[in-house]
Nanobody, 125 residues
Framework: QVQLVESGGGLVQAGGSLRLSCAGSGRPFSRFVMGWFRQAAGEEREFVASITRSGDYTFYADSVKGRFTISRNNDKNTVYLQMNGLKPEDTAVYYC??????????????????WGQGTQVTVSS
């Protein structure tokens, strides 16, 4: 078991930046592949970014590549999502997720075992 708590969401103007954090507790954080997903109102949950257990490899959705950066600090049991150049279409509830088995990158939300409660990001035009 691992518990995940996101923070850092809010309201920002287009072109602005936010950094989301996801703090984990329970099992050792380094055992989990981590991902960020988002869900806009009336839409399906979509993949944003994923990072391997060690943090050596990352992968991004095309829609955020070059603007968002996922990172992790296993000593602090935390994964981050730095979001720059925000656009109104980035508005959504952002969720972090943990996968307890496997060792690479996963983009399908159904592959993840644990989820946070989500944090709202709203980008105004």
């Amino acid at each position: 078991q691992v518990q995940l708590v996101e923070s850092g969401g809010g309201l920002v103007q287009a072109g602005g930046s936010l950094r989301l954090s996801c703090a984990g507790s329970g099992r050792p954080f380094s055992r989990f592949v981590m991902g960020w997903f988002r869900q806009a109102a009336g839409e399906e949950r979509e993949f944003v970014a994923s990072i391997t257990r060690s943090g050596d490899y990352t992968f991004y959705a095309d829609s955020v590549k070059g603007r968002f950066t996922i990172s992790r600090n296993n000593d602090k049991n935390t994964v981050y999502l730095q979001m720059n150049g925000l656009k109104p279409e980035d508005t959504a509830v952002y969720y972090c997720a943990a996968k307890g088995s496997g060792g690479y990158i996963y983009t399908d939300f159904r592959m993840y075992d644990y989820w946070g409660q989500g944090t709202q990001v709203t980008v105004s035009s």
